[in-house]
Each structure stands twice: as C-alpha cells, then as structure tokens.
C-alpha cells in the first residue's frame, strides 16, 4: 500500500498510526485517540477507500499546514467498527467516508476468520486485545457493530468488562434474537446465532446492563438474511426501524449512515433497567409505534 501524505513542513509529522489491509496497526511512536492526534483517511487512485485505510497523523503544529485530504478529528470517542459473517473492514467503506465527514474518529477492524469456523468469543477476543493495544488505558470508546458484528461486541461488553469503557454501542441488523439463516451453516460461529442458541441465550440473562450506556439497536423490516427481521431490535434501549431494502443496505444506505451518526453524537444517558424490562417505545421512521416483538 501506497499513500502520500503532504504537508507544508515535513517536521510538521511527528508520528504516524497506519491501519492496513487485514485491519493490524502499524505504530511509529504513537497511542491513538491520545490529545493532539489528528485523522485522516486517504483513498486510492480509483476514489475507493482502502481496506483499513486508516491513518492518523500526529503534528508538531497544527497551525503550520493542512493536510490534502478530509480532515476527521473530533474531541469525541474513538468508534470502532466491528465487520459481520464473512466481512471485513472494507464493508464499512462508505461509514468511514461518512463518519470522517462529520468529523469521527473512526477504526474499522477485520476480524479472522469471519466465516464462522471458530466460537464468536474467540472473535470477541481479537476486539478486546485491539481495544487493549491501540488505545490508552481506560480511554472511553464508541462501538458500531454489523450484522454478526453486534453478536461479537455484546460478549465483550457484557462477558469481557468491555462495558467499563464504552459509552455508546449501535448495532446494525445484528441478530441478538437469533435467525433462522443460521441453521444454512453447521460451523460453530454461525450455530451460535441460531435462535435459542446457548450464547444468545447466555447474553440475555443480563442484556439490561447494555442500559447503563448509550445502546441502540437499528434494523430493517425488510431484511431477508436476519429471519425473523425484528430480532435485530433489542428491547434495551433505543430501538430505531428504518425502511432499508436488504441487509447489506445498512451499511450502506444514507440513511442507515445518519443514524448511527446521530446515535454517536448523542449526550450519554444512564438508566438503571430491570433485569425484565418493558420493552421500550422505539423511535420508528413511520411514527412511534414500537417493533412488534
């Protein structure tokens, strides 16, 4: 991989973090998120996104010069973005085009494999020795999961002390109820986002303490690989139906991309939750009826 950075002053970079191709970070002296680090991400020659394509830029002076390309510092929480079966970081694409618009700093990470053929915890593993090596001890993170993506997020947030750091999680089509395409696959990743599922059942017993941040679970009614489409929507939490054409469209459609944006700049909201909760009223693009559940 090939990338050209320009700045006025070469002594204006002091170090760079690069994420390549299989999501790894590559450092040069620098802890991302830390003050004073800007982002910046960088297409190719064919005006796509590398995979990955993730670099941030730490400079001596702010003031002596801007970089050619668009800017994504924000003072907010790093978010990192978690692929679903058998993704990579490349899927989020359009999200980091979008989230660096407005200003994110955004992390999309691949995990491997992806294809189901180990247990999700293992992957859960991958997301929580990434959130320990590239981050600052006890920094507060922002988490958007896709797909098979939210599964993996929530064992590390309620199974591995993920929570402790986490202010904001969004899922996106992300079967917590299970779906019936699972039964497609006898792999033990897949097994285990089958309805009824020892791990999907395991998370619910406790999936109120996804109360205690800022959880949103957005999904599809229209979506033909989570069967049935409503078990994306979690009853914790903010619950937000959009009407998107298919699964994959929720990475990619303008108006999946606003949500989560909306939900990531969202002031934090602590509500202590039963381990029984009323299934919350949802903010729907239809009106304010809740998702049948």
Excluded at 221 to 248: F, K, N, Y
Aim: charged residues 20%; positive net charge.
């Amino acid at each position: 991989m090939h990338l050209s950075i320009e700045t006025p002053v070469d002594d204006d970079i002091s170090s760079i973090l690069l994420f390549d191709r299989r999501g790894a970070g590559q450092k040069d002296g620098s802890v991302p998120g830390k003050e004073g680090i800007k982002s910046y991400c960088f297409p190719n020659k064919t005006g796509k996104y590398w995979t990955g394509q993730l670099v941030e830029i730490k400079l001596k002076n702010y003031n002596r010069g801007t970089m050619n390309q668009k800017e994504s510092f924000s003072p907010d929480n790093p978010v990192l973005l978690v692929p679903g079966y058998r993704d990579d970081a490349s899927v989020f694409a359009r999200f980091v085009d979008y989230l660096a618009g407005q200003r994110f700093r955004v992390f999309p990470i691949t995990l491997t494999p992806s294809d189901g053929r180990v247990p999700l915890e293992a992957l859960a593993g991958q997301v929580a020795r990434f959130a320990e090596s590239a981050f600052a001890t006890g920094e507060a993170l922002d988490f958007v999961g896709f797909s098979m993506g939210g599964c993996v997020l929530r064992y590390y947030l309620q199974r591995m002390n993920g929570l402790a750091r986490t202010q904001r999680f969004v899922t996106l089509g992300t079967p917590h109820r299970g779906t019936w395409t699972a039964y497609a696959s006898n792999r033990p990743g897949v097994r285990q986002m089958r309805p009824g599922s020892p791990f999907l059942d395991d998370l619910a017993t406790d999936a109120h303490r996804l109360a205690s941040i800022n959880f949103t679970s957005i999904w599809t009614p229209l979506d033909l690989t989570i069967v049935p489409a409503r078990s994306s929507a979690l009853p914790v939490g903010r619950q937000e139906r959009v009407r998107i054409a298919h699964h994959r469209a929720l990475v990619t459609s303008r108006r999946s991309l606003e949500r989560v944006a909306a939900a990531l700049r969202s002031p934090l909201e602590v509500t202590v939750q039963s381990p029984h909760p009323t299934p919350p009223r949802s903010r729907e693009e239809t009106g304010s009826t809740p998702p049948p559940q």
